[in-house]
C-alpha cells in the first residue's frame, strides 16, 4: 500500500493524519510506503523572523517530524523547481501541472487533502482550500498523460505508462469549522505520543507564530508533556464538534468521489477504522450511490 497526504504548509499533516498514517505502518505491510507533500514554502507564518529564516527553519522541522514518523516528505515544486510560496489563493496551472506530476510519480492507492466548504458560514484557510481545489481539478487528469506535457516534456509522446487512480479522502480542518463530516473514524489513540512528538517539532509554529495569531487561544508551551495536554485538549474540541467520544484521540476523513469510489468493505480492509453500525450503514450507502 502506498498513502499519500498533499496538504498545504510545514505542520498540517501533523494535526490530521499522522496517527493513521503510523498505525498503518505498524502493520508492516509488504511495500508499504508513505509520503508528505507539502504545497508552500511557509515563509509568510511568523512575525519576527524573516521570511527567507521562516521558510529555513519551517522545512528543517518538517524534516525532524518526517524523521520520527518514518513517512517520506517532498516539498512541491512549480516545473522549473522553484518551490510555491505562501498565501497561494488561486489555483495555477503550475500547481496543477506539479501535483500532476507528484501524484503520478508515486500512484498512491489513497490521498488524503483538505476539504473544500460547502457552507459559506464556514471558516476558511485560504491555502488549504487552493490546495483542495487543486486536487479535486486534477483527480481526473492523474490518468491523462498528455495533459501537462509542455511543463514536463518526454522523449517519446507515443508511449504511455497506465497510472492507477487512488482514492481520495478528506481530511478534518480546524479552520473550518462547522462544515466538517468526518464519515471515516480512526482511533489513533495508540499513537498519540508519537503524534505529539512530531507536532512539537514544530516550535516555531506552535510556540511562536500560532500565540501571535491569537485566534488558536494558545500560550507558550514549556515541554512536550505540557504541550500533550494542549493537543488532548485539541483532540477533545474536535470530538465536541463531530459527536465522537472525548478522552481519546480520533483522526477523521470524509470520502469524496474525486478519485476511485471505494467500498465500505475496502476501506475496513485498508484503513484501521473504528465505525459504529450506524455510521457504517449511512457510510455504505453513500459509497453505493455513488460508486
Known sequence: MRVLCVHAHFDDFEFVAAGTFELLRRRNLPDFRARVIVCTDSRSGHQFRTRDETAAVRLAEQEASARLGGYEFERLRKPDGRPFTEAAHFVTRDLLAALWKAIRDFEPDYLFCPPLPADPRAGVHPDHITVADAVRRIAY??????????????????????????????TYDGYMAGDNAGELVVDVEPAFDLIAAQSWCHQSQINEWLPWVARHHLEPTADLAAWKGKLRARFDRQARELGLPAGRAHEVFSPTAWGVVPTVEQLERDLPLALDPRRRERLAALLARWG
Open 141 to 170: 487528469l492523474i490518468n491523462v498523460p498528455h495533459e501537462f506535457l509542455d511543463e514536463y516534456p518526454v522523449a517519446d509522446e507515443t508511449v504511455s505508462r497506465w497510472i492507477r487512480t487512488p482514492v481520495i479522502l478528506n
